[in-house]
T-cell receptor, first 117, second 114 residues
Framework: DGGITQSPKYLFRKEGQNVTLSCEQN?????MYWYRQDPGQGLRLIYY???????QKGDIAEGYSVSREKKESFPLTVTSAQKNPTAFYLC????????????????FGSGTQLSVL | AQTVTQSQPEMSVQEAETVTLSCTYD???????LFWYKQPPSRQMILVIR??????QNATENRFSVNFQKAAKSFSLKISDSQLGDAAMYFC???????????FGTGTRLQVFP
């Protein structure tokens, strides 16, 4: 079955530590996204990528970094510069719709809950 | 920059009744997509309904329908014959046609009472 896999489901970070959240998709989608969700709040865009080796900052990119070396993978690193990393992180993907009205439905992973020790 | 506003943090409805969730957005683009997503306690995001901005006809999916007012930049979700399983957070989202950037509102928590 095609879908998006996020791992791990739960992650704990120590002070000053960098941690990496994994996101893999086998849907052959071009566009991938990372969102942060705080308790009782909406989703805020961290980074997104429309194509391999290219990505753009979202609204809250500070303290985070990403890479897009392969079409199916879009890992997110939460660096020590992110002072309040405790949140639920969601990865998503879609067919890149830029310039055409294709099937732009977004598929989501099941999320990673990151907490600080 | 585009923004999405959901002004109702919480709503409640009696089972079998109808409820409408509000969403407004701000954009200078003429072509875009709009979505409503549902997030139950499992936190899995589920697409409820989508609307292309170039279509005047309002989208409908079974008990879910939208009222899309492009000039007013309004995109409300109507849930008919509400069921207990409809209880969840509902998010309105905007996707740019040109950049693929997808922006979410802050959500509305819907409670359904028997």
């Amino acid at each position: 079955d095609g879908g998006i896999t996020q791992s791990p489901k739960y992650l704990f970070r120590k002070e000053g530590q960098n941690v990496t959240l994994s996101c893999e998709q086998n849907l052959n989608h071009d566009a991938m996204y990372w969102y942060r969700q705080d308790p009782g709040q909406g989703l805020r865009l961290i980074y997104y990528s429309q194509i391999v080796n290219d990505f753009q900052k979202g609204d809250i990119a500070e303290g985070y970094s990403v890479s897009r070396e392969k079409k199916e993978s879009f890992p997110l690193t939460v660096t020590s510069a992110q002072k309040n990393p405790t949140a639920f992180y969601l990865c998503a993907s879609s067919i890149a719709g830029t310039g055409s009205f294709t099937d732009e439905k977004l598929f989501f992973g099941s999320g990673t809950q990151l907490s600080v020790l | 920059a585009q923004t999405v506003t959901q002004s109702q943090p919480e709503m409640s409805v009696q089972e079998a009744e109808t409820v409408t969730l509000s969403c407004t957005y701000d954009t200078s683009e003429s072509d875009y997509y709009l979505f409503w997503y549902k997030q139950p306690p499992s936190r899995q995001m589920i697409l409820v309904i989508r609307q292309e901005a170039y279509k005047q006809q309002n989208a409908t999916e079974n008990r879910f329908s939208v009222n899309f007012q492009k000039a007013a930049k309004s995109f409300s979700l109507k849930i008919s014959d509400s069921q207990l399983g409809d209880a969840a957070m509902y998010f309105c989202a905007y996707r740019s046609y040109n950049t693929d950037k997808l922006i979410f509102g802050t959500g509305t928590r819907l409670q359904v009472f028997p």
